[in-house]
């Protein structure tokens, strides 16, 4: 089970980091993910990290933005999300998969948290 938190109002150019509590034991061959929605629009990857060694994968839109992270020992994934623009904007998920760290599509992730809201203010 996922357990998504984090999320709330910013204006632009702001920070916000995003929790994801996974429940459960989580396996080295775990890869955990964070996908967005805005309203009227599909579902799109954001970030994702292997559980065991930490390599990271960013979509174009957020990379050097946006940092993912995982501390092993709390069983939890963040993502830093900094310079935040108003195209930011849409509700957040955490995902989860095992292997494949370069799934991108949101059939390819097995396991979902419930979303948390993010909104950018201009």
């Known amino acids: 089970q996922l357990q998504a938190s984090g999320g709330g109002l910013v204006q632009a150019g702001g920070s916000l980091r995003l929790s994801c509590a996974a429940s459960?034991?989580?396996?080295?061959?775990?890869?955990m993910g964070w996908f967005r929605q805005a309203p009227g629009k599909q579902r799109d990857f954001v970030a994702a990290?292997?559980?065991?060694?930490?390599?990271?994968y960013y979509a174009d839109s957020v990379n050097g933005r946006f940092i993912i992270s995982r501390d092993n020992a709390k069983n939890t994934v963040y993502l830093q999300m900094n310079s935040l623009r108003p195209e930011d904007t849409a509700v957040y998920y955490c995902?989860?998969?095992?292997?494949?760290?370069?799934?991108?599509?949101?059939?390819?992730?097995?396991?979902w948290g419930q979303g948390t809201q993010v909104t950018v203010s201009s």
């Open positions: 995902a989860a998969r095992y292997y494949g760290l370069g799934a991108r599509t949101p059939a390819e992730y097995n396991y």
């Open positions: 459960g034991r989580t396996t080295s061959s775990v890869v």
């Open positions: 990290i292997s559980w065991s060694a930490g390599s990271t």
